[in-house]
Structure formats: structure tokens, C-alpha cells
């Protein structure tokens, strides 16, 4: 029978090759950020929650403060995310995910603040609803930059710290539509697919080096990004507005409501636990019930 290596916390890495695991971006500058990251590493978690100044982000952020006791950097375009930090005694970074040196900024601002990192959320997402033909292309590079591109960077970034402490929890909140499609959503279900793609791969990489990776799925959840939609959805579909949540958002859930974000923010705060330490690479549907039919 095989048993794992334990985690080699930083104390233990090989400083002399820590820019080699870094690539083109070593988010540790230099020998004094690397000894802070040492010396705080047994001080309490810190997380990374892209989105988190609204609805499933905000929830994670909250969860994450108070039942993982996490230090958590609510990272956001939206400055309403001050107020989210400041409420779970976190720290917010103003970021446009669009663009890739803030998503890698996060990371730096992140370390200098804490001097360490243990887990990502990519949760940061946007919508845009038309069918193919008439949709902007300007508005697919952008939903594809916010949500596939800047989990990428994000991850490839917050890697090589995670990777020099045997340990690291990064979950990715796809959707329902990362598992199946619906019409008029070709880059946010393109996004999410890839999302589950880069989950996967990220989990078979990092599973010897003791990062796990996973994705949580939800349905239709009740927040601004959904009631957003609703006018979309009434043009697409030719229904009344009042219409939209019965005909569109619950037509295939078993559960006929819309999901809690604090519903979600439990399921990440779980595979961010030493409980889920044997789940890597999943893709956990919170559906109410879509996937059964």
C-alpha cells in the first residue's frame, strides 16, 4: 500500500529553485517575501475570492472568514467590494480580471499584504445572451478574457507558491453550463466548458504536489448576474419578463426554486477543507436537479 509524502511546507522548499517553478511570473520578488511567506504560513489561511463583492463571491468570501478562518482578498472591478472586505476583516485589490497584469497584480498585492497563500476562487463572471449570428464579438473576448483566461493567469500565478508549500485549494465556480448547453449563451457556455477542461488539468498537475483543484456547478442561483438576464431572456425566448423565471431559469431544475449563494459558498468552503482532501479534479453539479433529466 502506498502512502502519501507529506506536504513540504515552505520552510522546506528549495529557495535556490523556486524561480524555476514560476515560469515567466515569480509572484515572490525576492528572498525577504519568500521569508514572510515562511514565517506566516502557520498564521492562518489566506484566500483569494475573484467577484467577491457581490452575490456567490461575496458569500464565499463571508463563508470562507468565518468557518475556515480564512484572511480573505476580495478581488473585484466593483469598489462596493471594499465593504466586503472590511465586514470579514479581509483585504480588498481593485482589479480588471479582463486584463491579465492586474489578475497577476492581485497575486503581488496578495503576497505583500500576507506574505502567503492558500487558496483561490475563481468566481468572477459576466453574461451577455444572443444568438450566434448576432452576437458581438467583442462581447465573447471579453466573457472569455474575465472567465477562462483570467483563471488561467490566476492560477498559473498563485502556483508556484501553492507548489513550494506541498499545499493549495483553488475551486472554480463554473456553472451548470460548464456540463450542458442552452441557446444564445455560446461564450458563457464555450467559457465554463473550458473552465472544467482547465479544472482537470490543473488537478492532474498539481496532484503530486499537493494542490487539489475542483469546480462547483450551479444552476440558476439567485443574484444580480441572473436578474440581469431577464429581459435578455424574455427577447430570445418571446415571452413576458414575469415569464422568465418559470419558462427559462426553473424549466429543467426538480427543485423549483433558484439556488441560495450562500448554498454554493458551503460547497467551496467544504473542498476547501481537510476534508475534501481526497476530491481533485471534480466537477460537482449544484443543480437542483438538471443533470437527472
Not at 220 to 248: M, S
Request: with cysteine; aromatic share 6%; hydrophobic share 45%.
Amino acid at each position: 500500500m502506498a502512502f502519501e509524502t507529506p506536504p513540504r511546507t515552505i520552510a522546506e522548499a528549495d529557495v535556490t529553485n523556486f524561480a524555476s517553478l514560476s515560469g515567466d511570473f515569480n509572484p515572490l520578488h525576492t528572498d525577504e517575501d519568500f521569508a514572510r511567506a515562511r514565517r506566516n504560513q502557520e498564521s492562518g489561511r489566506v484566500a483569494i475570492v475573484t467577484g467577491g463583492a457581490r452575490g456567490i463571491g461575496r458569500a464565499i468570501a463571508e463563508k470562507l472568514a468565518k468557518n475556515v478562518k480564512c484572511r480573505v482578498v476580495v478581488a473585484d472591478l466593483d469598489e462596493e467590494g471594499k465593504g466586503v472586505a472590511k465586514s470579514v476583516g479581509g483585504y480588498f485589490v481593485l482589479a480588471d480580471l479582463a486584463k491579465p497584469e492586474d489578475c497577476r497584480t492581485v497575486v503581488r498585492k496578495t503576497l505583500k499584504r500576507f506574505g502567503t497563500l492558500d487558496i483561490l476562487v475563481n468566481n468572477a463572471g459576466i453574461q451577455h445572451i444572443d444568438p450566434i449570428e448576432n452576437f458581438p464579438d467583442e462581447e465573447w473576448d471579453r466573457i472569455m478574457a474575465v472567465m477562462l483566461r483570467a483563471p488561467f493567469i490566476l492560477t498559473k500565478s498563485v502556483w508556484p507558491i501553492m507548489k513550494a508549500k506541498g499545499r493549495g485549494r483553488i475551486v472554480n465556480v463554473a456553472s451548470v453550463h460548464g456540463l450542458v448547453a442552452s441557446p444564445s449563451k455560446s461564450a458563457y457556455v464555450a467559457a465554463k466548458h473550458g473552465l472544467l477542461g482547465l479544472t482537470k488539468v490543473a488537478a492532474l498537475e498539481g496532484g503530486s504536489v499537493g494542490i487539489t483543484v475542483n469546480a462547483v456547478c450551479p444552476a440558476y442561483v439567485r443574484t444580480d448576474l441572473v436578474a440581469g438576464q431577464v429581459r435578455q431572456q424574455a427577447k430570445v425566448h418571446n415571452i413576458p419578463e414575469d415569464e422568465v423565471l418559470e419558462r427559462v431559469f426553473l424549466e429543467k431544475a426538480a427543485i423549483r426554486r433558484l439556488i441560495e449563494p450562500e448554498e454554493v459558498a458551503a460547497m467551496v468552503c467544504y473542498l476547501c477543507s481537510e476534508d475534501a482532501s481526497a476530491i481533485t479534479g471534480s466537477a460537482i453539479p449544484i443543480d437542483v436537479g438538471w443533470m437527472a433529466k
